[in-house]
């Protein structure tokens, strides 16, 4: 079992920047790809990033290109979300998981963080 703690959410001004951190722990060589979900309060949880544990391949939802990053800090196992250019739309509920992995019914995952909450004001 892989366990995934998520930090650095917040309240932050349209325009403004938040970076997102996650943490694994427990079975981590079973990891080969971490990734980012949000949950807005009605919808349903959507995929946001993803990253190879090597950090050399990631993808991203098209709501997040351009403005949104994620990329692994191998020296301590972290993945992070970098976030730019927030706008309210944005506010949500973020998941970071492990494993993740594309299927015919989208991006899916074993593993799932508590969530920390990302607010954007106008």
């Known amino acids: 079992q892989v366990q995934l703690v998520e930090s650095g959410g917040g309240l932050v001004q349209a325009g403004g920047s938040l970076r997102l951190s996650c943490a694994p722990s427990g079975r981590i060589f079973s990891i080969y790809s971490m990734g980012w979900f949000r949950q807005a309060p009605g919808k349903e949880r959507e995929f946001v990033a993803a990253i190879s544990w090597s950090g050399g391949i990631t993808s991203y939802a098209d709501s997040a290109k351009g403005r949104i990053t994620t990329y692994k800090d191998s020296d301590k196992n972290k993945v992070h979300l970098q976030m730019n250019n927030l706008k309210p739309e944005d506010t949500a509920v973020y998941y970071c998981?492990?494993?993740?992995?594309?299927?015919?019914?989208?991006?899916?995952?074993?593993?799932w963080g508590q969530g920390t909450q990302v607010t954007v004001s106008s």
């Open positions: 998981a492990a494993p993740v992995q594309y299927t015919s019914g989208g991006y899916t995952a074993g593993s």
